[in-house]
């Protein structure tokens, strides 16, 4: 079970939580807990997710996993990219399998080396890589 949790400035990352940021503030990840601010828009968005991949990378380095979903334009793209710069991994789903291509699209153009997956199976790679029982999977290229 997973808790979904609204965001609140100072928020504590525990584990088994869903943070989702509210709306006008981007949503920085910080040594054990999550910050809010209202800088300005980046692409056209905020919060914005290239905002939050950067500050996770650059906080927590390895330990990081950046996961791209569908969306309508391209943020995420360099976020996701800073994340495997900085030595964490890099999930993407599937365009194929993907309501909007744009944002997945934009991601593996960004970042081919990420891994591509549908998006039933992403949940479970997910607890792969956080269980140390990470194994191979299929790579962009």
Not at 69 to 89: E, P
Not at 104 to 124: Q, T, W
């Amino acid at each position: 079970k997973l808790r979904v949790i609204d965001v609140e400035d100072k928020e504590p990352l525990e584990p088994g939580s869903v943070f989702i940021a509210p709306a006008n503030y981007h949503l920085l990840v910080e040594r054990g807990h999550l910050s809010l601010t209202t800088d300005p828009v980046v692409r056209f968005s905020r919060p914005s997710i290239d905002v939050t991949f950067t500050s996770a990378a650059d906080t927590y380095r390895s330990a990081t996993i950046g996961v791209v979903l569908t969306g309508a334009n391209d943020d995420g793209s360099r976020g996701l990219r800073h994340v495997v710069d900085r030595g964490g991994k890099a999930i993407v789903q599937d365009p194929a399998t993907a309501e909007s291509k744009a944002m997945p699209s934009a991601a593996l153009k960004a970042v081919p080396e990420a891994e591509i997956l549908p998006l039933p199976d992403i949940c479970a790679r997910l607890v792969e890589l956080t269980s140390g029982a990470a194994s191979s999977h299929r790579k962009a290229g």
